[in-house]
């Protein structure tokens, strides 16, 4: 399972703002992007879990201690079945299953009593069951995906077109954000794309984004006009975690290239991040069970 360690859990634009970098310029801004980049790698592989959803279709053994005749045990964080589908080819449907878990991510699958079917396999028993999802960790996941109040414009989106046209990408999203900045997470209909670049339009001329098509494990597809746009929000603590170790990183990026450890409190050493980083990222630390 890819943990996404090169997918920025935060933007530029978040960082200059919540964050006062005394020398930052239109010059730095590619150093701190590439410091966003290095501080989310080091966050996710801390914790050993991706903090941005994700699709992919897993394999699971039919056999083995994960596993009950009506229950799954999974090794990933859950956050939306696409499909599942049983060892012997049969398709479960919604009204066949419930999700465990307090909120999100999801831990378990549970097939239903009244469902009368039991986890199962054909010739193989090994990953015999198949779950299409979308995996990630994030606590509050009915809320994370953001409605921009804008939606693609200029007659649709081609499946291979890197341009997107919206109607005021400076404009405040449905929780008063910035619609669009370098480096979100975007949805479409089923598809995510990633935004690498911001054009401002004369007025009254649209604004366009410059956008990485099918990524997280999704497929470039046609969207047409009208279609709306949200936005990835990740969980708050986690990216201003993300946000203080970029500017740690950027007041120590004469030697961002040597080894960086979290501070464990006891004292304070040259090139360590400063342990309230860790004091937050600890809760998250993924415990493996097998």
């Not at 469902?115 to 509050?140: N, R, S």
């Amino acid at each position: 399972m890819p943990l996404y360690a090169d997918a920025p859990l935060t933007t530029l634009d978040a960082v200059k703002a919540q964050v006062k970098l005394d020398t930052v310029n239109a010059a730095d801004d590619i150093v701190v992007e590439r410091l966003i980049v290095a501080a989310s790698d080091m966050i996710t592989q801390f914790c050993a879990r991706s903090f941005l959803p994700h699709r992919a279709a897993r394999a699971f053994d039919a056999l083995g201690d994960h596993v009950t005749a009506t229950t799954l045990d999974l090794d990933e964080d859950l956050l939306e079945v696409i499909a599942l589908t049983n060892g012997d080819g049969a398709v479960l449907t919604a009204g066949q299953y419930v999700l465990r878990g307090r909120a999100f991510p999801k831990w378990r699958v549970e097939l239903l009593a009244s469902a009368g079917a039991a986890w199962t396999y054909g010739t193989d028993w090994q990953e015999a069951v198949t779950l299409d999802g979308i995996w990630g960790y994030h606590e509050d996941y009915g809320q994370a995906w953001v409605d921009t109040l804008d939606a693609v414009q200029d007659g649709g989106l081609g499946a291979g077109t890197a341009t997107l046209t919206v109607g005021d990408a400076d404009g405040r999203d449905a929780r008063y954000r910035t619609r669009f900045a370098v480096g979100q997470l975007l949805r479409i209909d089923s598809e995510y794309l990633r935004v690498v670049a911001v054009t401002i339009g004369a007025t009254p001329d649209p604004d366009t984004l410059t956008v990485l098509r099918g990524v997280h494990g999704t497929t470039a597809a046609a969207h047409e006009a009208g279609a709306s746009i949200a936005s990835f929000a990740p969980m708050r603590n986690v990216e201003q975690a993300c946000i203080s170790l970029v500017a740690w990183l950027y007041r120590n990026k004469a030697t961002a290239g040597d080894e960086i450890r979290f501070m464990d409190g006891t004292q304070v050493i040259t090139n360590k991040a400063p342990s309230n980083i860790r004091q937050t990222l600890d809760a998250y630390v993924r415990v493996r069970t097998r």
